[in-house]
């Protein structure tokens, strides 16, 4: 609570502030409103849900201002405007379809081992075929031209995760098989590949090659370490209470979320980016260990947003700096 004590507060002032800005706004536009009922005229319920949806006016306090004025409030109309955005909103949502394939992956999960991820040591591993899925059903095998996704015992591809795009390349063997992986994804604790046969034929039981694109995985890699040279810079210029709220880690580009509670100011952005271009310069060496969470912590690592943690964990060093304490 401590740590958090700084963002409380700004936060706590930062709403304050925009409920007053809510509040006068909102005042304006019911009195604009009711100058034009007549007298004792009750207040549309479309009026009242646009003061309500589209400028956060809260309606009990519409209710008891239209009270003063000896009106009322058409609820009923208030109501239907709320039913017709929610319809709207409902129709306008055309899902994911992941629901669908739920019950699938957990079935799999349940049935196969979990996928032994190799790539922190290597670009390049054997794994054996597991299951094929083809157009979200298991099939014992794939041949040229089939869209497929593939589940291995052990591969080198890193599945999306932590923001991070899932690997792309080449599952391959002796016998002239070639799948083009274009994406990983992680489905419980199984290693999607997801992909299309290229030629040759694959079947369950197979033992194929994983052979990661290894430009991209380097691309991928400096901007996941990026993130987390900006992330500390981010700290030491704006405060302890920066912490990191999502993040996309691609090949040509990376996005990084913070919760802090006012605009940063252009002088601060400039300052964050030399301190990031400072510390790649120093071109320092990257250390890996591992260690228990809470030994980690206690060093200075910090845990990020919800990320679940075995009872080991893989800490990375960089920058030139030992990890702050806090």
């Not at 709207?88 to 979990?114: I, Q």
Request: hydrophobic share 35%; proline share 2%.
């Amino acid at each position: 609570m401590e740590r958090a004590q700084s963002l409380i507060t700004e936060t706590l002032k930062t709403e304050e502030t925009r409920f007053k800005e809510t509040l006068g706004r909102g005042l304006k536009l019911l009195e604009d409103a009711t100058e034009k009922l007549g007298d004792s005229e009750a207040l549309s319920g479309d009026v009242a849900f646009k003061l309500y949806d589209t400028y956060g006016f809260p309606l009990d306090l519409t209710k008891d201002i239209l009270r003063g004025q000896g009106r009322e409030l058409d609820e009923a109309g208030f109501d239907a405007a709320m039913t017709k955005q929610k319809e709207a909103a409902r129709a306008a949502w055309s899902g994911s379809g992941d629901a669908a394939t739920d019950k699938l992956w957990f079935d799999l999960s349940d049935k196969l081992s979990a996928t032994e991820f190799l790539g922190y040591q290597t670009e390049s591993a054997e794994g054996q075929v597991q299951a094929l899925i083809v157009d979200g059903k298991e099939v014992p095998s794939v041949t040229e031209g089939d869209d497929v996704m593939v589940i291995l015992n052990q591969t080198a591809f890193y599945a999306e995760s932590g923001g991070q795009e899932g690997d792309c390349g080449d599952l391959v063997n002796e016998n002239g098989l070639k799948i083009d992986v274009t994406d990983t994804q992680k489905k419980e604790n199984l290693f999607v590949h997801v992909g299309k046969v290229l030629q040759g034929s694959a079947k369950v039981g197979d033992v194929v090659n994983t052979q990661v694109k290894k430009e991209r995985r380097s691309r991928l890699k400096a901007h996941h370490s990026a993130t987390h040279l900006l992330h500390e810079a981010l700290r030491q210029r704006l405060g302890d209470h920066v912490t990191q709220k999502g993040s996309l880690v691609a090949e040509d580009r990376l996005r990084f979320d913070i919760a802090h509670p006012k605009p940063i100011s252009s002088e601060e952005l400039r300052q964050v980016e030399k301190d990031v271009n400072d510390r790649i310069r120093r071109n320092a060496k990257v250390e890996v260990h591992l260690t228990t969470p809470e030994e980690a912590i206690k060093a200075g690592a910090m845990a990020l947003f919800g990320e679940k943690y075995g009872d080991e964990v893989r800490v990375v060093s960089m920058g030139g700096v030992e990890p702050r304490k806090g």
